[in-house]
């Protein structure tokens, strides 16, 4: 039996599988907790080959950030030496369309977490790490860019707000009950894996279904909004590392370059022959209230402590992409032609 077990919450999302497959290879038992029935919209591709192998060694359990007695009953089963807390309503625009949902489950679903934890510890005796998954997105109105640890909170929407509860809460832990938690300030990081109602993945998708003439057009939002984005498979691994510290701290974890939503779609249809500016069109319904200001991130101590960098560069990240949503949208031409209709 593996002397080191994790606890992913949020197993079935983007990081959830990037990192449980991280941590089979590392040599741990691997438990996920996935919710009965899934959120509208997030179709993810489903695992194939060596993929498929490793999402076979997972030990799934039914649960839900918000039945803190079925977190604790869990926890109890598992015996977690590390918990990964990924699960949340993860997309902004649709925190502000269900801000009190988005709240009860990023907020409260993570203090519900830390105190079935905490109980745990206290009655076993046992370490638990906690891993906290913090966004950039609570640097908001941002002061200073780019943004490091100490560049002060000041969020602009009803997902960032909870964000920053969870975090404080994580920190409150750690301080006031010498728990081992961590919080990884993440700047977005995407993937073939990354739900479809993302900007990249959106694009990356459409672009391919364009190319391939299931689909006409693409409407998007705000085309000059910048981001940091990395690699997904490149970010977790700073989670795990996280939790192999001697003590625990507060990490930020970016490339520290910003791209526009030009640049990714340059770059999408570019790789496909194509001209965005003959597909694209802007609904002013995907516009946000508001914006953070220009998100960059400055990872020097993650880089120091953890001796964490980012390997896959924008260009490498749409490159692979666009070659997922590709192959993708030729098995849905095959479908379509054997008559199949979704
Ligand atoms: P994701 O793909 O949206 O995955 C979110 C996961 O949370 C899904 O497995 C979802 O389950 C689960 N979930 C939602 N509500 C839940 C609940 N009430 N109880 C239990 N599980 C619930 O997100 P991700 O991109 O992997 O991101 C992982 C975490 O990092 C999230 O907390 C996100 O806010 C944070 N983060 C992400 C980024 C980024 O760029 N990706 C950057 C910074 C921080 P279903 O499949 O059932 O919906
Ligand atoms: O892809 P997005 O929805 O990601 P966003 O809002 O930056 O949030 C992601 O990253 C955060 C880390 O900073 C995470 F905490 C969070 O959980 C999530 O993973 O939007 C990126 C940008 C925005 O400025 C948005 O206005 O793209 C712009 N955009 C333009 N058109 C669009 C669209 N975003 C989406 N989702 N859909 C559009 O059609």
């Not at 909170?153 to 728990?179: D, I, M, S």
Request: glycine share 8%.
């Amino acid at each position: 039996m593996s002397e080191h077990t994790a606890l992913i919450t949020g197993i079935t999302g983007q990081d959830g599988f990037y990192l449980s497959r991280h941590l089979l290879n590392q040599g741990y038992c691997v438990h996920g907790i996935r919710r009965r029935s899934n959120s509208f919209p997030a179709p993810r591709p489903e695992p194939v080959g060596a993929d498929a192998a490793a999402a076979a060694q997972v030990h799934h359990h039914i649960g839900d950030l918000l039945d803190p007695i079925g977190l604790r009953r869990i926890i109890s089963n598992v015996q977690p030496t590390e918990v990964y807390n990924l699960a949340a309503q993860s997309h902004v625009q649709t925190s502000f369309e269900d801000p009190i949902y988005t709240a009860t489950v990023v907020a409260m679903g993570t203090l519900n977490l830390l105190e079935a934890i905490r109980d745990y510890r206290d009655a076993s005796g046992r370490e638990v790490k906690f891993y906290q998954a913090s966004s950039s997105e609570m640097f908001g109105k941002a002061s200073e860019t780019p943004q490091s640890e100490s560049t002060p909170f000041r969020p602009r929407n009803p997902y960032a707000c909870a964000k920053v509860h969870a975090y404080w809460q994580t920190v409150n832990y750690r301080e006031a009950y010498g728990l081992f938690a961590c919080n990884g300030i993440l700047y977005n990081h995407e993937s073939p894996r990354r739900g479809e109602n993302y900007v990249t993945r959106k694009i990356t998708r459409a672009a391919a279904r364009i190319k391939l003439g299931l689909q006409e057009r693409l409407v998007l939002g705000n085309l000059d909004a910048e981001r940091d984005w990395g690699f997904a498979g490149d970010y977790v691994l700073a989670m795990w590392q996280m939790l192999q510290q001697a003590a625990p701290d507060d990490y930020v974890v970016a490339t520290g370059r910003t791209h526009s939503v030009r640049d990714l779609l340059n770059g999408a249809f570019g790789l496909l022959g194509l001209d965005w500016h003959d597909y694209v069109c802007i609904d002013e319904r995907l516009l946000r209230p508001v914006e953070p200001t220009r998100l960059c991130g400055d990872a020097s101590r993650a880089r120091r402590q953890l001796g964490w960098q980012p390997r896959v560069s924008f260009a490498t990240l749409v490159h692979m992409m666009v070659e997922a949503d590709l192959a993708a949208a030729e098995r849905e031409q095959t479908l379509l032609a054997a008559g199949y209709t979704a």
